[in-house]
């Protein structure tokens, strides 16, 4: 299990995802999809949106915590329109660090750091959503975030 280093070595630090991050991005990737009970994701989609980040097109994007060349943690983001604002909305898909990385703030700054992306983008709303058995994260997002006590129904089609 990677060790976060101390305070001594380099900072944390939040970047755009880069094609060099593959595979330290995939193992990441997995583990998220494993702690939502995806253990055997498709390879199909992963592999378009790890596309998707990479193309300049898309309204997807990828942020990375890393310190000392290891990535800790990726945050995914997208931006789209509303009906009940002007400018677009930034909803914050996915989140999530290596467990050696958790309480040590990496989850802060890569939500402070979509913030801000969001910000200079003109968005005036940033949002997402996590499963209520979620205690830990949602301690973080507490802190962040107002609960809209909006609750997600979908329908797979």
């Known amino acids: 299990m990677p060790q976060l280093s101390e305070a001594t070595a380099k900072p944390v630090?939040?970047?755009?995802i880069e094609q060099?991050?593959?595979?330290?991005?995939?193992?990441?990737?997995?583990?998220?999809?494993a702690f939502y009970g995806r253990p055997n994701f498709s390879m199909e989609i992963t592999e378009t949106t790890w596309s998707r980040f990479?193309?300049?097109?898309?309204p997807v994007y990828a942020l990375v915590a890393e310190q000392s060349d290891q990535l800790l943690?990726?945050?995914?983001y997208l931006f789209h329109r509303s009906t009940t604002l002007i400018n677009p909305s930034c909803y914050l898909q996915d989140l999530f660090t290596i467990e050696a990385a958790r309480g040590h703030g990496v989850g802060r700054a890569l939500i402070e750091a979509v913030r801000d992306q969001a910000t200079i983008a003109g968005a005036a709303r940033l949002y997402w959503?996590?499963?209520e058995t979620n205690h830990t994260a949602?301690?973080?997002?507490d802190q962040l975030a107002e609960r809209t006590g909006f609750l997600v129904y979908r329908v797979p089609l």
């Open 138 to 141: 949602m301690k973080l997002y």
């Open 129 to 131: 959503q996590t499963h």
């Open 54 to 58: 990479l193309d300049p097109a898309e």
């Open 73 to 76: 943690g990726l945050t995914h």
């Open 13 to 16: 630090t939040v970047r755009f």
């Open 20 to 33: 060099r991050d593959r595979a330290q991005w995939q193992t990441m990737w997995d583990g998220y999809n």
